[in-house]
């Protein structure tokens, strides 16, 4: 099956700074997510982002489906945007089957 | 987007027994999805719910052990069988279909489950 890989695992920054997640992704795919995952467990969508780039507020994300990755881009962070950050792709025959990287875990200090 | 209640969030089960999770979706969606994350790790999918016939089961997971119904486009369930403390995890349903981007997921609350 498809393979993710989330870079990098884990980071930490103070207020105010910027950012940037991978995602590197091993076959094409129809669609990508970025989701954070806040401390209660809420998985919240960010992004869907098949391919191209999309803008929300601080956040941004770009997919270049034909090198396979996907980048999610933070400015100017607040101690809010700390948790879980999960990329998830559908392969091509996967039907709607997400599968998920390992997770970027952001800690965000005042 | 769609609105996904999950009962119950969570509980706190002895081994041994079996816990029913509910999904319910305000709006009626094409495809239903149970995903399991355990403590620390990130999301498995376990199976596709299929509305009118049996749930596809993904490696790993049997029917047996994770019994899934999904009666209607709204509202599916799934069983966690003769529980033991590995179940301890987080169980989230997802759903497509539900916004514009035709294939998008939008996930439930989630139900915590550790098992004694």
């Known amino acids: 099956g498809i393979q993710v890989e989330q870079s990098p695992p884990d980071l930490i920054l103070q207020e105010g700074a910027n950012s940037t997640l991978r995602c590197n992704f091993s076959d094409s795919v129809n669609n990508l997510q970025w989701f954070h995952q806040n401390p209660w467990g809420q998985l919240i969508n960010l992004f869907y982002i098949p391919s191209g780039t999309k803008q929300n507020g601080r956040l941004s994300a770009t997919t270049v489906a034909t090198e396979r990755y996907s980048l999610l881009y933070i400015s100017s962070s607040q101690t809010t945007d700390s948790g879980v950050y999960f990329c998830?792709?559908?392969?091509?025959?996967?039907?709607?089957?997400?599968?998920f990287g390992q997770g970027t875990i952001l800690t965000v200090h005042p | 987007s769609a609105v996904i209640s999950q009962k119950p969030s969570r509980d706190i089960c002895q081994r041994g027994t079996s816990l029913t999770i509910q999904c319910q979706v305000d709006?009626?969606?094409?495809?239903m999805f149970w995903y399991r994350q355990q403590p620390g790790q990130s999301l498995t999918l376990i199976a596709t719910a299929n509305q009118g016939s049996e749930a596809t089961y993904e490696s790993g997971f049997v029917i047996d052990k994770f019994p899934i119904s999904r009666p209607n486009l709204t509202f599916s369930t799934l069983t966690v069988s003769n529980m033991s403390p590995e179940d301890s995890s987080i169980y989230l349903c997802?759903?497509?279909?539900?916004?514009?981007?035709?294939?998008?997921?939008?996930f439930g609350p989630g139900t915590r489950l550790t098992v004694l």
């Open positions: 709006s009626q969606v094409t495809m």
């Open positions: 998830a792709v559908e392969g091509g025959t996967s039907y709607g089957k997400l599968t």
């Open positions: 997802s759903v497509e279909g539900a916004s514009g981007e035709y294939n998008e997921q939008f």
